[in-house]
């Protein structure tokens, strides 16, 4: 079974909004930090953003003021909100998931990963 899956990516116009979706099926996902990074081609994988399992939320400089974070634990789904996309934010978008109450920017922390989702925004 994987253990999360995400949804939601697309083509979309400069300026334009998605929404992501990753849904876990993990046991443990109301002690968990959930975080998206993404990945352009030729390019590291980078942080986005997170959600802690006390619902607080931080993101990379380039998209806090565009970005935003929700949770629901019975669900156990998170949701990336983008707005006003830039050609900059074409990316696969990954899903992850953290060590239990651990709240982390960095990668190589995460534990579980999802798939990938391709977000391309158009000039």
């Known amino acids: 079974q994987v253990p999360l899956v995400e949804s939601g990516g697309g083509l979309v116009q400069a300026g334009g909004s998605l929404r992501l979706t990753c849904v876990s099926s993990?046991?443990?996902?109301?002690?968990?930090?959930m975080a998206w990074f993404r990945q352009a081609p030729g390019e590291e994988r980078k942080f986005v953003g997170a959600?802690?399992?006390?619902?607080?939320?931080h993101f990379a400089d380039s998209v806090k003021d565009r970005f935003a974070l929700s949770r629901d634990d019975v669900k156990k789904t998170i949701w990336l909100r983008m707005d006003n996309l830039t050609p900059e934010d074409t990316a696969v978008y990954y899903c992850?998931?953290?060590?239990?109450?651990?709240?982390?920017?960095?990668?190589?922390?995460?534990?579980?990963w999802g798939q990938g989702t391709q977000v391309t925004v158009s000039s």
């Open positions: 993990e046991d443990t996902f109301s002690s968990q930090s």
């Open positions: 959600i802690t399992w006390n619902y607080n939320t």
């Open positions: 992850a998931a953290g060590p239990r109450y651990i709240a982390t920017e960095t990668a190589a922390d995460y534990i579980s």
